[in-house]
């Protein structure tokens, strides 16, 4: 497929986009007055078209991996972007996850990339399953199940070393893998699930742990109540409503605004749903006048150009 690499990352950067100005909203209010298109000001005083600390961070991943995988580098980086406003919209940063303020607090003082992240169970923000979607594009051709689990879990662990964070970013990009590779999403569902829930078998992970994805690893998450779904920044909520709305949607434009219009983490939902859906849909079905007024879209598109280049031969 061509221009998968613009199509996920676009897909991130427009999803984050248009939940920015409404993030912390509440369902209900958004029911009132559903966000149809780019907002401007509001939660964040952002002007339109800009994307938060998710594009930021998957921004920073994808540049790494454009000078193939270092687990040290891809951490200065993240250190670089707090610092100096590296791969921000407008020069600086505006939001911050506390996990992940702790944990690059941790790099900057010289702590190994390997070391850094928290591991807590309180630890569980969506913080790493908002920026891991460029590993789907490195690893896509893994055939080595362990390969594919233990990079995940070292890039996620950067920032959120604790299992939940780490099960959930293998079943995200497991899932993208799939559609990269242009299975349906019900293939691409059952692929996932199967290939997630043998490896958690095979490895006797913590059953409790793997119990709490239950909803999307024994069941169909696709056929639950809206009302069942939740949208706040735990990692499990953001993973099901991302999942939720891909699969009940038709389109690029109805997967995210249904993702921003779940309300409260608006921007990471947004984010993590408008990935795989850029991916299964295509870069030409994101609107044109959301790739037109997204801040530094021609920085995005030289980016991608150049991850495309390396990666997807």
Known sequence: ????????????????????????????????????????YMSWNQPRGTWSDDSSLTLCLAEELTKGYDLERIGKSFVKWNQYGHWTAHGKLFDIGGTTKHSIARLIKGESARFSGNIFEEDNGNGSLMRILPLAFYLKDEEDIEKLYQTIKEVSAITHGHFRSVFACFIYVNFAIQLIKGKTKKEAYAYMQKTVLKYAETHGFNSNEVQLFQRILIYDISGYREDEIKSSGY???????????????????????????????????????????????????????????????????????????????
Do not use: Q
């Open 235 to 313: 990692v499990l909520h953001s993973l099901e409503a991302s999942l939720w709305c891909f699969m009940n949607s038709e389109s690029y434009s109805e997967a995210v605004l249904k993702a921003v219009n779940l309300g409260e983490d608006t921007d990471t939902t947004g984010a993590i749903t408008g990935g795989i859906a850029g991916i299964y849909y295509g870069y030409d079905s994101i609107p044109e006048e959301w790739i037109s007024e997204l801040v530094r879209k021609e920085d995005i598109e030289k980016l991608c150009d150049k991850l495309e280049t390396k990666l997807m031969k």
């Open 1 to 40: 497929m061509e221009n998968t690499v613009k199509a996920g990352i676009f897909g991130v950067c427009v999803g984050d986009a248009l939940g920015v100005p409404v993030e912390f909203k509440k369902r209900e209010d958004l029911k009132k007055n559903p966000v149809t298109g780019y907002l401007e």
